[in-house]
């Protein structure tokens, strides 16, 4: 076999010769349309460009190859929960580089055209005629990925004399368990030109019901409750059992297609050919724990099954002294083998790794993923196979996310840009599968403490104009910040103030207007955003001017005082997993630092300084710096009257009137300070 501009001529006399010899094909191609169609707005989307990533709006061509030899299978046929298989193409006459496989699931999926109209397909850039290839396949991968494959070295006789010999191709799949059963499919044509071949049996997972991608996430500041959130493809609640005798019964809870944004005349990809069922999400939250301390649990029910033990460590308590946090945004995922997908992240393998390893040194108290989560976009199966990639480590520590861009934004939603981002999924499906300690759904904006950190979480893509629910918020939470509990104040947003990278795309200078007065009014000290995917740092900037420079010490680590407030330092974060942005030649003077690498920062806080190191390739140090603070000055407010305040003088204070008392003190306060040990 081989595309249709395989000569007309070869194919013919294999046709003439196998019904000569009466063979019949289960395999045999239908009847489609013969011309090929060509996607105008690829980029429409607003999602990288690829081949694969427009397949679904390719009209199906008639196949000219009635080769009754062509099978397809793959091994195993029951899939374990995470699992990979080999696909086998025998009988192939003619191998040819545009043939390829494609994961589709569920296998009663119509992959052969689409009964409705063409118009639908407008919004993802397609304006060809039905019939299209309507299903989206889960993942695909060309055959020559099998080195073997074009020079036929890998061959079978189909006849006793070995008169006719045909070529096998052979390839590796990574699938995790998303419930529904899975076909292969052979088509030849390449992405641009496809037409269909051969289909294999269904597979189905052996327990498709399987409670799976287990993730944590902090409740509040106290470090003493964490949820538990999985997928099941069981509504039946079922039980997380934890330190050592306790449990707690899941409140489960799903979501539709009707639950999907989309619009009248142009379905969104989250209602359509995008669209998983994701079963059920079931959450629970474990009390009676203690703070900066580890634990054990499992989850799941007799019935559908357990989890494997797994060992978690709770945050430090907000107040508490020490906490060590892993940030980035923009991560995504990648696929285990060679397939392509409709959205790759090329550094979220790398960069997870890393983390997992911090996190299996026992050292990390929390991840911060701010924005741009899965990059499902729409295409709901993408989800689980980001909850497989960072269940090793979001199943240790709390995972703290912020939405981002591709997570909410969709026309006529709410959202403030009207871009299409979000395939349709408005929001809906990073709400359920990452339960933050926000206000309401759809309001995903929230503020925890830990260690010496008040962090204020906030959506960009939510209203944020001055006098709106969420400004409002945003001016309250940081007013009612007690800096001489949590002297560190962070704030986390997806879109940045200040980038160096296309910044009049990814800076909208209205939120600059809007926001960066509460930074500068409540004193914030460091800034981390993503969306740009590379990393930036400022000086201690306002209004793009550098109100405070750092300086060197012995270590040569930038270091900046904020025992004298300026203005925040702003980090851009997005290096986690998404293709690097470059920088461009514009000489910011704010601008301190600039790396296109993959990566992640790391934050370690105490009371005294917040130390941040951005380890470039994953080894070295591709940034570090420190935000000092002196919390050893003391003023008296009269000669009968003393304050012990915070760091900068806000805050509580402690007043204490009789001068015995403040001898006592400080007798106690320098006993503790300087001669412990």
């Not at 709770?314 to 397939?339: E, H, R």
């Amino acid at each position: 076999m081989g595309p249709p501009s395989v000569s007309l001529v070869l194919k013919l006399f294999l046709f003439s010769f196998f019904v000569l010899l009466g063979y019949s094909s289960t395999c045999f191609a239908q009847s489609l349309h013969p011309i090929a169609a060509t996607s105008f707005l690829e980029h429409y989307n607003h999602t990288t460009i690829s081949g694969f990533r427009v397949v679904n709006r390719r009209k199906l061509l008639t196949c000219p190859d009635p080769n009754p030899y062509l099978e397809i299978s793959a091994s195993p046929n029951s899939m374990s929960n995470s699992q990979y298989l080999t696909v086998t193409v025998t009988g192939v006459l003619q191998p040819d580089s545009s043939d390829w496989v494609a994961m589709i699931s569920p296998s009663t999926a119509n992959v052969t055209d689409c009964p409705l109209s063409e118009a639908y397909y407008l919004q993802t850039g397609d304006t060809s005629d039905l019939p299209l290839l309507c299903q989206y396949p889960v993942k695909a991968q060309y055959l020559s990925n099998d080195p073997n494959y074009l020079s036929c070295a890998n061959t079978q006789c189909q006849d006793d004399a070995c008169l006719i010999v045909t070529c096998i191709g052979t390839l590796t799949f990574h699938t995790v368990n998303i419930r529904t059963d899975v076909e292969f499919v052979f088509f030849t044509g390449g992405f641009d030109t496809p037409c269909i071949l051969c289909r294999s049996s269904p597979l189905t997972f052996a327990n498709p019901n399987m409670p799976l991608y287990g993730h944590l996430s902090s409740v509040d500041s106290s470090g003493t409750s964490m949820r538990l959130t999985w997928v099941s493809g069981d509504q039946t609640p079922q039980q997380v059992q934890y330190a050592n005798g306790m449990s707690q019964t899941s409140v489960v809870t799903t979501f539709t297609q009707a639950d999907m944004c989309t619009t009248s005349d142009v379905p969104s990809p989250a209602v359509d050919f995008g669209w998983h069922d994701p079963g059920f999400i079931h959450t629970a939250v474990m009390t009676g724990l203690q703070p900066s301390s580890t634990f054990s649990y499992i989850y799941g029910s007799d019935s559908m099954g357990w989890s494997n033990q797994i060992q978690f460590q709770t945050p430090p308590a907000g107040g508490s002294d020490a906490v060590y946090f892993i940030a980035y945004g923009d991560m995504g995922k990648a696929p285990l083998d060679a397939s392509a997908e409709h959205y790759i992240q090329p550094g979220s393998i790398s960069v997870i790794n890393a983390v997992a390893d911090e996190v299996n040194s026992g050292n990390v108290n929390s991840i911060f993923h701010i924005g741009d989560i899965s990059y499902a976009t729409g295409f709901l199966a993408e989800w689980e196979f980001f909850l497989d990639l960072i269940n090793p480590v979001a199943s240790k520590v709390p995972y703290m996310t912020a939405i981002g861009n591709h997570e909410r934004d969709y026309i006529s939603s709410g959202s403030v840009y009207v871009t299409p981002d979000s395939g349709g999924e408005c929001g809906v499906a990073y709400e359920t599968y990452f339960q933050m300690p926000t206000p309401a759904m759809d309001s995903p904006w929230y503020s925890i403490e830990q260690g010496s950190v008040h962090f204020t979480v906030i959506s960009t893509e939510h209203d944020w104009s001055v006098g709106s629910g969420q400004y409002n918020w945003m001016a309250a939470d940081m007013a009612s910040v007690d800096r001489s509990v949590t002297p560190w104040l962070i704030f986390m947003e997806h879109r940045p103030m200040y980038t160096s990278t296309n910044a009049d795309t990814s800076v909208d200078s209205s939120f600059v207007a809007a926001v960066e007065p509460l930074l500068l009014q409540y004193q914030v000290d460091l800034v981390l955003s993503g969306h740009v995917h590379n990393y930036e740092r400022t000086c201690a900037v306002y209004q793009g001017q550098c109100l405070a420079m750092p300086t060197k010490d012995a270590n040569g680590v930038d270091t900046y005082d904020n025992s004298n407030y300026n203005a925040p330092i702003q980090v851009v974060i997005g290096m986690a997993g998404f293709t690097l942005d470059n920088f461009t030649t514009d000489s910011n003077s704010w601008s301190l630092v600039r790396i296109s690498e993959f990566g992640y920062v790391r934050v370690n806080a105490t009371t005294n300084d917040l130390f941040l190191e951005y380890p470039e390739n994953f080894h070295g140090m591709g940034d570090l710096w420190t935000l000092a603070r002196q919390m050893l000055r003391i003023a008296f407010t009269s000669p009968n009257s003393y304050s012990l305040p915070t760091d900068r003088g806000r805050g509580r204070e402690d007043v204490v009137a009789d001068p015995p008392q403040l001898r006592t003190f400080l007798k106690i306060f320098f006993a503790q300070h300087f001669f412990a040990k």
